[in-house]
């Protein structure tokens, strides 16, 4: 893996270099610089080859940019990409993620799910409706009714893989070093799920199809907000 990550290095030293003359007649566009990203991040093929390896095109930017700078400052862990990040300026990651954000994507197929009624009509609730007894808000009320987000900091719920959704909960559950490690909004309800609950909604999300448009800033309501703190007020992902 080492010596993967320092190849990468090696095709982005146009980053680290940006002001010295190119070594070859590659032009010096932001979509050449990004090649070394597509890499795990292509779209269709290897995401469906390897689940885990996230979609990023298409996804809000102010999540992206977010998710950066957790990258680049150690919030969120996988070394092989945060070495990529390391000297980035927080003006360069916003410029990719709004280049990411700006691409059309494409989603995987909807996969058929084995859950009976009554743990379909579980999530479904918790969806759409949440639970006021264990203060949890519905998944909808800051993920948007589409369940397709909010912009520009919160990302949407279809179209993301089973493996992947189920690593981000066990991050956020366990506050290991992937995710969590600072209690926020999403590790406040992860945490409040049952372990049953969570391979529910990680095998329900899967199985509906893509469908509708990220919802606007307006859509979130100002206690949610609260909840989510700097995730939302755009001071970035410091807190
Ligand atoms: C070696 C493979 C690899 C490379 C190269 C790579 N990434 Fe990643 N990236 C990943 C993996 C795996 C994750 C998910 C990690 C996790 O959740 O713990 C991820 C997560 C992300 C996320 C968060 C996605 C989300 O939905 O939360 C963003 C944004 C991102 N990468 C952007 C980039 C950018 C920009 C580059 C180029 C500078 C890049 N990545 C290069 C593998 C890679
Ligand atoms: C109080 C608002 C709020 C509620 C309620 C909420 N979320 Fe989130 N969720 C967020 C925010 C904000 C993020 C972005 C986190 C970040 O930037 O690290 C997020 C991120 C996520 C992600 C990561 C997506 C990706 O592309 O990596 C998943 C999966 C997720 N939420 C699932 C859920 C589910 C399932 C529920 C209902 C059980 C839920 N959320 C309820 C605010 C909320």
Request: proline fraction near 8%; glycine fraction near 8%; include cysteine.
């Amino acid at each position: 893996m080492k010596l993967f990550a320092l190849m990468l290095l090696t095709m982005m030293t146009g980053w680290a270099n940006a002001d010295e003359p190119a070594m070859s007649e590659i032009p010096d566009t932001l979509e050449e610089r990004v090649k070394p990203c597509i890499i795990c991040h292509r779209d269709a093929d290897r995401i469906d080859r390897d689940a885990y390896f996230p979609r990023i095109a298409g996804k809000p930017a102010g999540y992206l940019f977010n998710q950066l700078r957790n990258f680049r400052d150690g919030r969120r862990f996988y070394q092989p990409m945060a070495i990529l990040l390391e000297n980035m300026t927080d003006e360069y990651m916003d410029e990719i993620a709004h280049y990411f954000a700006a691409l059309p994507t494409t989603y995987p197929a909807p996969v058929a799910h084995a859950l009976s009624p009554a743990e379909s009509h579980a999530v479904e609730t918790l969806m759409y409706s949440g639970d006021a007894e264990r203060d949890l808000p519905a998944c909808s009320a800051c993920h948007g009714e589409a369940l397709m987000g909010v912009q520009p900091y919160i990302p949407g719920l279809l179209g993301l893989p089973h493996a992947y959704v189920a690593a981000q909960f066990g991050g956020w559950r366990n506050g290991g070093i992937m995710r969590g490690q600072i209690p926020d909004c999403m590790s406040e309800i992860a945490k409040k799920l049952t372990q049953e609950e969570v391979n529910a909604l990680a095998i329900w999300l899967p199985s509906r199809p893509v469908s509708g448009e990220s919802a606007t800033a307006d859509a979130l309501a100002p206690e949610l907000a609260r909840r989510c703190r700097t995730i939302v007020a755009g001071e970035g992902a410091a807190r």
